[in-house]
């Protein structure tokens, strides 16, 4: 066995045995983020910029007892691209996160720019990111998706471990009202991540085909085991929402003894939810999970000054109290400050413990 914990796996062609190594603890042994010890066992769901920033903040205070559950349905770009080319999992959401494992030293950061360049050209290879390609061809060479993230996370000293939440390629369809500004009474169906994400109209119900994918088995461990999981912030209908459309995920999401954080965004997103108040992303949320319970929801204090009746009720329905905590950006964009999000999560994290009733 080597270290790690992972049997030696063979590519897809018959060569000789690669020697696949996991970042962080082997599967089953305890480490410091075991219930009761050391620093908590956090998951985080989602996909995209969103995941990013949180997982530039959870990486400084959780060690490396840290899992991202990406997204797989992004059909745009390098990623869908290479998915159309080669049918195989868009890797540009994971690729996102693996970045935002790399350490602040100057190999993590030298790393995260690498995996995040994109090639200028007149050629096949123009906006290709490096990171794609690279994790396209551990795929190839493996034949095991856990296993190549795991060598690419390894490789770049990511600081936790990234995992797809399914197995399969996913296409993301959306029932939109008024998408068709003749007829902004009717409501139409709109299919593919990258269309949905720039959608006019307004956003009723996603869905994923196949209807009910395979989630990794690893994912589902990691929130069964976890301490807490954390869902948000991102793109709502198409980076959130998502992870909650995936049977096994929603099982363990529902049924873990951690404590869940439902992280907001700071703003509406122009196109994907256009006029949604804080309230209305809870809402929409529950309407797709109508049995998830939260601890915690996250909200910036000035995005949510405005709302503070409204928000306080949407997450009394769904169990959980609201914090709020001053997390963006100082530039006024609508971004999440990694240090500031850092210290709002340890805050939650010490103010609720990691097991058992708090309330």
Not at 39 to 55: C, N, T
Not at 109 to 125: C, I, K, N
Request: glycine share 12%.
């Amino acid at each position: 066995m080597p270290p790690g914990g992972r049997e030696p796996r063979r590519s897809p062609g018959g060569a000789r045995p690669v020697r696949v190594l996991r970042p962080g603890r082997a599967p089953g042994r305890p480490g410091r983020g075991a219930r009761g010890a050391g620093p908590p066992k956090v998951v985080a769901l989602g996909g995209g910029r969103g995941l990013s920033a949180s997982l530039t903040a959870l990486r400084r205070i959780t060690g490396e007892d840290l899992t991202a559950v990406v997204t797989v349905a992004d059909d745009g770009g390098s990623s869908g691209r290479l998915r159309d080319e080669l049918g195989v999992l868009p890797p540009g959401d994971l690729r996102k996160a693996l970045a935002a494992l790399c350490g602040d030293d100057e190999w993590g950061r030298t790393w995260a720019r690498l995996v995040q360049h994109r090639f200028t050209s007149r050629g096949e290879l123009h906006d290709h990111a490096v990171g794609n390609l690279l994790i396209v061809a551990l795929w190839e060479q493996l034949g095991d998706h856990v296993a190549a993230l795991d060598l690419v996370g390894r490789l770049l000293g990511a600081r936790g471990r990234v995992l797809p939440m399914a197995g399969v390629p996913l296409e993301l369809c959306a029932e939109v009202r008024g998408h068709d500004p003749a007829r902004p009474g009717e409501t139409s169906l709109v299919c593919g991540q990258a269309t949905v994400a720039l959608t006019s109209g307004e956003v009723q119900r996603v869905r994923l085909t196949p209807p009910d994918p395979p989630a990794v088995p690893e994912a589902v461990a990691a929130i069964r085991e976890a301490d807490w999981v954390i869902l948000g912030p991102g793109s709502w209908f198409t980076s959130v929402i998502p992870h909650l459309l995936v049977p096994d995920l929603l099982s363990a999401l529902t049924e873990t003894r951690a404590r869940r954080v439902l992280c907001l965004n700071l703003a509406p997103q122009p196109g994907e939810t256009d006029g949604f108040s804080p309230q209305r992303h809870v809402e929409v949320l529950v309407q797709h999970a109508p049995k998830l319970t939260f601890d915690v929801v996250l909200a910036d204090t000035a995005a949510t000054r405005d709302h503070q009746a409204g928000l306080e009720e949407a997450a009394e329905r769904i169990g959980a109290v609201v914090q709020r905590a001053p997390v963006a950006a100082r530039d006024t964009t609508p971004r999440h400050d990694p240090e500031l999000l850092a210290a709002a999560y340890d805050r939650i994290f010490r103010m609720h413990g990691r097991i058992g009733p708090w309330r």
